[in-house]
């Protein structure tokens, strides 16, 4: 199986703010990679696939970037709604897997 | 608009065998869709359990191909997980999700608590 290391397990920063998350797989996974968002008690909505496309409907401010091994989640300026944990997920392979996932708080 | 519900027992004894269903909206069966479960647990995160692709072939996770099953009834707009010989381990919100491809998962239901405990 694929495994997935997210960096950092949390953050916390202020409105406004410019967020980045790192996703690094085990092995290289080209461009096949997706990230979701989870606010508590919801499951979770995927943002980006393909490792920088972003999803219809999902704001500009996420941007995705990364191929082969190492892939980030930008948030470029924090929102109040953009708080929850964020996941990666591998496509490349099966069985599809994710990361441990990010926990992002507003200050 | 794709609309997804899970349903079935909240609660399961060790050693017997969940089954939740998944109510999907007309859009969602589309012929060109995939449908499948994820659970998510304290202990172990996200974990894919299996996919049906519409071309009629399941995918399943191997650390559980041997217990599960994934079907569909387009009939009655509705697939089916199937897991059996349950352990405190299966314990976890279970989600159903659909989409247009085996990548990635685009609708998700709002998820179902499923203990495991005698």
């Known amino acids: 199986d694929i495994q997935l290391t997210q960096s950092p397990s949390s953050v916390s920063a202020s409105l406004g703010d410019r967020v980045t998350i790192t996703c690094r797989a085990s092995?290289?996974?080209?461009?096949?990679l997706g990230w979701y968002q989870q606010r508590p008690g919801k499951a979770p909505e995927l943002l980006i696939y393909l490792a920088s496309d972003l999803r219809s409907g999902v704001p500009s401010r996420f941007s995705g970037s990364g191929s082969g091994t190492d892939f980030t989640l930008t948030i470029s300026s924090l929102q109040p709604e953009d708080f929850g944990t964020y996941y990666c997920q591998q496509a490349h392979s099966f069985p599809r897997t994710f990361g441990q996932g990010t926990r992002v708080e507003i200050q | 608009q794709v609309f997804l519900q899970e349903s079935g027992p909240g609660l399961v004894k060790p050693s017997e065998t969940l089954s939740l269903t998944c109510t999907v909206s007309?859009?969602?069966?589309?012929?060109?869709?995939?449908w499948g479960w994820i659970r998510q647990s304290p202990g172990k995160g996200l974990e894919w359990l299996g996919t049906?692709?519409?071309?009629?072939?399941?995918y399943y996770n191997p650390s559980l191909v041997s217990r599960v099953t994934v079907s569909l009834d387009t009939s009655k707009h509705q697939f089916s997980l199937r897991l059996t010989s349950v352990t405190a381990a299966d314990t976890a919100v279970y989600y159903c999700t659909v989409g247009p491809n085996l990548y990635y998962f685009d609708f998700w239901g709002q998820g179902t608590l499923v203990t495991v405990s005698s």
């Open positions: 007309d859009f969602a069966m589309s012929s060109t869709y995939n």
């Open positions: 092995q290289g996974i080209a461009t096949s």
């Open positions: 049906f692709y519409h071309g009629g072939t399941a």
